[in-house]
């Protein structure tokens, strides 16, 4: 058996044709997509696009109707239990057990995954300090916030040392803060080594930590690339000229429309927004705006955000549900 | 684009560690996940009140608020006669906290981190067993010790009492794939709530545990003699002295209630046991 890639990075994760049928519903409908050695997927979908199902598919945890996936060279129907040792989760909600304190739930899943107890109180420590939870060690869950929670919960998914991660919707209903530091950890991570699968449906987080993005709607992957090859399908980027006299406004938009004919005026923010194909465009308007004397504030391109990308690839906004799906779901 | 032939990917991530195989790291298994268990009961010592405040309870109120009004015909009183009826109810609340504590880790999606680990998928079961088994050994010995307080006495030697007490715990096996079975059906801690304690209260009231079933009408007499509750009531005061002779008129499982207490548990234990693990199966596949 070879994979075939298109460069030599060994891929730690391929999913491969999976299918998962509950009854009627196809949660997910043929999603195949490759993770190469040290990089970050993002996983980007609405609720309900089949994030989820195809995570537990790839963690052992739920059955393919169909197709594979294989993580670390392992198949999940062939060979789970290795799937199992090379591999963390953590799951939507922060599966930790609130009754035990921060430590003896290290100390739990590191002796079920069979490490010996010394290896596991070592290596506890190391992940409580590592996560800002050092102090909180001795305390008992419950009295834990949201984001300790969260970071417990990833401090319990390393406790192995797998050199592959799935983390679903990791920030999800964290604060800002909390999620800007969850961040920095997965990129520690990924730093030294870690292959992360992660899902979202914030477009932010996929743009700030993913080297490639799928984006799935339906159960279907309907596109997938680097933020930057998204941003790019998805149509044009605008010109956007701000002047800095309003009264030059109209002098501005006179020249802008000679170049490209689509031009959006806002008066109040004195700025001119044009549909554009590129950069030549931009040089052009600048060096005519110069010889007409027009002084500017500010003159750039902007690329489409994820955002936009995901509207005009699905028609829908990534935070909205997908309409359907409420009613697919109790079927 | 090119497209190249790489290896197998696994020949170059680097090997994990195979997990140490067999009965030593099963049995660590079994006892990290009891341990764990245990803690939440130090945590939350009110998990331990359905086998001490509430048999407790029990006991102080049959015996002495209805205790006068209930004819025995026990040699050794009401107070004696009561105390292996309200043991084998709690015995069959094992369930209760099987089903509680299982059904809580479902919902809590800690059954979905156990089973995203390389460990046995029977471990988690089994664990719960030896716990809940741990967790009624303690209010047998509460009882035990309550009875005493009260006037109860073991009066026909350590061997029968010894039996006694391992018929109590071999019927809490069996009830304990009951509590499997309904922790892994129900969608939510307050159903299964609902579910214990309307079927479990009815149970183990229409038995010989706190009144003779003599003076029941003829139906329920029947029903409650021949209620697995009852054989193991009959033959805890057989076994420890508690009840005068069994009237000639009581069924046929109550003049041999020894056996039929332990025909019971393994009955019990036969026909929940496979319909348990199905439905935890079901529930942790999809």
């Known amino acids: 058996m070879f994979s075939v890639t298109r460069s030599n990075t060994p891929l730690a994760i391929e999913a491969i044709d999976l299918v998962k049928r509950f009854g009627e519903f196809t949660a997910v409908d043929h999603v195949s997509f490759d993770v190469p050695q040290g990089t970050v997927l993002g996983m980007l979908g609405p609720n309900g696009a089949g994030k989820t199902t195809t995570v537990r598919m790839m963690t052992t945890l739920s059955e393919p109707t169909s197709g594979t996936a294989r993580v670390a060279g392992f198949d999940v129907r062939q060979q789970p239990d290795a799937v199992r040792r090379s591999m963390g989760l953590t799951g939507q909600a922060a599966s930790v057990d609130e009754l035990l304190t921060g430590r003896q739930n290290l100390r739990l899943i590191g002796e079920l995954y069979g490490l010996p107890t010394k290896q596991v109180r070592t290596l506890g420590n190391e992940l409580l300090e590592r996560f800002s939870l050092f102090e909180a060690g001795d305390k008992v869950v419950r009295d834990y916030s949201g984001g300790m929670r969260r970071r417990l919960d990833l401090a319990v998914s390393l406790i192995a040392a797998p050199p592959v991660l799935f983390l679903d919707e990791p920030t999800t209903g964290l604060d800002p803060r909390s999620r800007t530091e969850l961040w920095d950890v997965l990129r520690g991570l990924v730093r030294e080594g870690t292959t992360l699968l992660l899902t979202t449906q914030y477009l932010e987080e996929a743009d700030q930590l993913a080297d490639n993005i799928v984006v799935i709607d339906h159960g279907k992957v309907i596109a997938e690339g680097t933020a930057l090859q998204l941003k790019d399908r998805s149509g044009k980027a605008s010109l956007v000229v701000t002047v800095s006299d309003g009264a030059q406004l109209a002098e501005a938009e006179r020249i802008l429309r000679e170049i490209v004919p689509d031009v959006h005026v806002n008066s109040a923010a004195r700025q001119l927004t044009a549909a554009t194909t590129g950069l030549s465009d931009m040089t052009t308007a600048a060096g005519r705006f110069e010889r007409a004397g027009l002084e500017l504030d500010d003159i750039g391109l902007k690329r489409p955000s994820l955002d936009d990308v995901f509207l005009s690839l699905t028609g829908h906004r990534a935070e909205d549900a997908t309409p359907a799906d409420s009613e697919e779901m109790s079927v | ?286």
């Not at chain 2, 309200?86 to 094992?94: D, E, H, N, S, V």
């Not at chain 2, 919902?107 to 967790?135: C, E, N, T, W, Y």
């Open chain 2, 1 to 286: 684009m090119t497209t190249t032939i790489t290896p197998p990917a696994h020949q170059q991530i680097e090997p994990r560690p195979a997990a140490p195989a067999g009965t030593a790291s099963y049995l660590r298994q079994i006892r990290t996940l009891a341990r764990r268990n245990f803690t939440h009961i130090k945590r939350q010592p009110e998990m331990l009140s359905d086998v001490t405040i509430q048999p407790i309870m029990f006991v102080l109120l049959f015996a002495f608020v209805f205790g006068g009004s209930i004819q025995t015909g026990s040699p050794a009183g009401y107070r004696e006669w009561l105390l292996p009826g309200i043991m084998a109810q709690t015995m069959a609340f094992a369930s209760f906290v099987v089903a509680l504590g299982l059904n809580n880790d479902l919902q809590k999606g800690i059954i979905d981190r156990f089973r995203s680990l390389p460990m046995s998928r029977s471990s988690v079961l089994v664990a719960r067993s030896v716990s809940s088994l741990a967790h009624s050994s303690i209010g047998v010995a509460v009882m035990a010790v309550t009875g005493l307080i009260v006037g109860w006495r073991i009066r026909n030697g350590f061997g029968n009492a010894i039996l006694a007490f391992a018929l109590l715990l071999l019927f809490g096996f069996a009830m304990i794939w009951v509590g499997i079975l309904v922790g892994s059906v129900m969608r939510s801690v307050e159903a299964v709530n609902g579910v214990m304690f309307s079927t479990m209260f009815p149970i183990t009231f229409l038995a010989n545990t706190f009144a003779p079933t003599q003076n029941m009408p003829l139906v329920l007499r029947k029903i409650a003699e021949w209620n697995p509750i009852s054989s193991l009531v009959q033959s805890l005061r057989d076994l420890w002295g508690n009840d005068g002779p069994i009237p000639t008129t009581a069924s046929w499982p109550l003049q041999h209630s020894i056996l039929v207490s332990i025909a019971w548990s393994l009955l019990l234990a036969a026909i929940f046991a496979p319909l348990a693990i199905r439905a935890y199966t079901k529930r942790t596949t999809d």
